[in-house]
Every structure is written in structure tokens, then in C-alpha cells.
């Protein structure tokens, strides 16, 4: 595993996923396409002067401070920070678990709808971020809020999946086999825990350069919206492996 991604972990307390149990039963033409869309806007990003990439961030990344209730025109950054990344790492870590849970949950909801869902849960994280840091001028860029709601809807449609997953303690790791339960239910605590105590810092809920809420509200925005945007899909086949424990 890279170092800058295994101290990334170390730095957030992350659980780093490998993969599911759960395998998609058609191909993932929405999920590949966000993740082509996120790398093209990267290397965008990557060519870019340093002053015309702050530029760049300034417009496009969500900057709570510069969001005008009263005024529409400021609320883009809702929708366009979702597509920005700060470094390689920060894009690699973002769509490799998006590649995980994505097309499981587009083969649930079915392309078109997965792309609205996806673009909702980023907007609905962004609000959420912008709630509790409403004065902050720390920029939040990334897709880690709509991936969020993501894994909210997974964990609704697959409950009894698997995840295998590698847990960094210190400079060293394990991979274990934990229900997808399990995995979120850590996730998501770790995500509010920490979102709760950067409310105490000067920085406010962007503390340690991590949107926490965003996390929180992309979360919440999947574990709520994944069934309605289920109604009216016409019923696909179930398969063994996806049957729910209660």
C-alpha cells in the first residue's frame, strides 16, 4: 500500500474497504463515467498555474462563507465541489471506494436514477457542511459527500454483504472480513464523532482539512432516500446473496 495513502488512514482512523461480496449484475455505465469525470478534472487541475488553481478552487469548491441564502446564483458550489480534489491521493482514495459500492447500488436503482441519486446526495452533503460551518472560508472540495450517500444506499440494499476490509494500527495492518452492517455502522460513528469534535475547534466543522459533515449528510441522504428512489423501478430478479436479515 502507498505510505501517503496509509497515513492518510492513520491521520482519519480509517477503515480502507478492498472489496465487496456482492458482484454487480450489469455493467456500471454511470458509476465508470463519474469516475472518468473526476480523473479528467484532476488532471485538469493538475495543469494548471498556481495561481490559476486557486482561482480555479475559490470558484468551483464549496466555500461556505461565499454561499448567500437569499442569492441562487451562490449556491453552484453545491453541485460543482463535488467533482474537485485536492491531491492524487485524495482522488485515488475517493473513487476506489466509489468503484466498490457504486455499482452495486446503480444495478439497484438503475442508471438514470443512480446519476440523480448521486448528484442529490453530493448537494444534500454539501448543505449539511455548510449548516455547521456557515462562516467558514475553508474550501470543501471533493466526491467524498455524494460517495457518502452512496454507501448509505448500500448499506440499505445489501446489508448482508461483506466487506473486506484493511485496518492500519500504527505502521501496521490486517485485513479482515466484517458484514457491511458492521462496516458502516464504524464509518459513520467515526465520521460524527469527529464531526461533533471539530465543532469545538476554531476551524469549525473542516477541521484537519475533513469535511466531516459532509460524510455525515451524504450518509444520512442515502440511508433515507435509497428506498423511495427505489419506487416505481420495475422488479428485477433477487439473488441469494443479496436477501436481507430482517
Known amino acids: 500500500m502507498p505510505l501517503p495513502v496509509y497515513y492518510a488512514c492513520l491521520k482519519r482512523n480509517a477503515m480502507i474497504p478492498?472489496?465487496?461480496?456482492i458482484r454487480s449484475r450489469s455493467f456500471p455505465y454511470v458509476n465508470w463515467l463519474i469516475i472518468i469525470l473526476n480523473c479528467l478534472i484532476f488532471f485538469y487541475q493538475s495543469n494548471l498555474s498556481s495561481s490559476q488553481l486557486d482561482a480555479f478552487?475559490?470558484?468551483?469548491?464549496l466555500i461556505p462563507?461565499?454561499?448567500?441564502?437569499l442569492n441562487p446564483v451562490s449556491w453552484y458550489p453545491l453541485l460543482t465541489h463535488m467533482w474537485l480534489h485536492a491531491s492524487f491521493w485524495h482522488l485515488l482514495?475517493?473513487?476506489?471506494?466509489l468503484f466498490i459500492f457504486g455499482d452495486n447500488v446503480e444495478d439497484r436503482l438503475g442508471s438514470t436514477r443512480y446519476l440523480i441519486f448521486y448528484l442529490l446526495g453530493g448537494i444534500s452533503a454539501g448543505l449539511l457542511q455548510y449548516f455547521f460551518s456557515a462562516s467558514s472560508e475553508i474550501a470543501a472540495l471533493g466526491a467524498s459527500g455524494a460517495i457518502a450517500a452512496v454507501m448509505g444506499a448500500y448499506f440499505v440494499f445489501y446489508p448482508n454483504s461483506k466487506v473486506v476490509t484493511f485496518v492500519p494500527i500504527f505502521f501496521f495492518g490486517w485485513f479482515v472480513r466484517i458484514s457491511s452492517y458492521v462496516f458502516f455502522a464504524i464509518w459513520f460513528g467515526m465520521q460524527l464523532f469527529s464531526g461533533v469534535s471539530s465543532l469545538a475547534s476554531a476551524a469549525?466543522?473542516?477541521a484537519g482539512g475533513v469535511a466531516w459533515w459532509a460524510h455525515v449528510g451524504g450518509f444520512l441522504f442515502g440511508l433515507i432516500m435509497a428506498r423511495p428512489f427505489c419506487i416505481g423501478r420495475c422488479q428485477r430478479q433477487s439473488y441469494v446473496d443479496e436477501h436481507y436479515p430482517w
Do not use: K, L, S
Open 93 to 97: 482514495g475517493n473513487m476506489w471506494v
Open 204 to 206: 469549525g466543522a473542516a
Open 18 to 21: 478492498i472489496r465487496d461480496t
Open 65 to 69: 462563507a461565499q454561499i448567500n441564502p
Open 57 to 61: 478552487v475559490e470558484t468551483f469548491a
